[in-house]
Nanobody
Framework: QAQLVESGGGLVQAGGSLRLSCAAS????????MGWFRQAPGKERAFVAA????????YYEGSVKGRFTISRDNAKNTVYLQMDSLTPEDTAVYYC????????????????WGQGTQVTVSS
């Protein structure tokens, strides 16, 4: 059983940056694709970015491409989401997810979820 713990959320002004971290327990982190999802008030949870187990392949939702960067450090069992040029539309609870032996993560097939971290971008 793996545990995912997100951190790094907070309040930032538009145009600013935040870096989210997701620390995973367990010794098989390197076998999991990792992803970030977000849920804004009144909306469904949506895909943001994902990274393959080795970090060689990354995926981004269109509106964050070029602004957000997902990365991972398998030695530290941690995945990151660097968020730059933030806008109020990025305000949401951000969730980390893991999926075993896949190159990406989908909301319906993820094996584990974190508890979420709030990101608020003020205008």
């Amino acid at each position: 059983q793996a545990q995912l713990v997100e951190s790094g959320g907070g309040l930032v002004q538009a145009g600013g940056s935040l870096r989210l971290s997701c620390a995973a327990s367990g010794r098989t982190f390197r076998h999991y694709a990792m992803g970030w999802f977000r849920q804004a008030p009144g909306k469904e949870r949506a895909f943001v970015a994902a990274i393959s187990p080795t970090g060689g392949t990354t995926y981004y939702e269109g509106s964050v491409k070029g602004r957000f960067t997902i990365s991972r450090d398998n030695a530290k069992n941690t995945v990151y989401l660097q968020m730059d040029s933030l806008t109020p539309e990025d305000t949401a609870v951000y969730y980390c997810a893991a999926e075993y032996l896949r190159t990406t993560v989908t909301s319906s097939t993820a094996d584990y979820w974190g508890q979420g971290t709030q990101v608020t971008v003020s205008s």
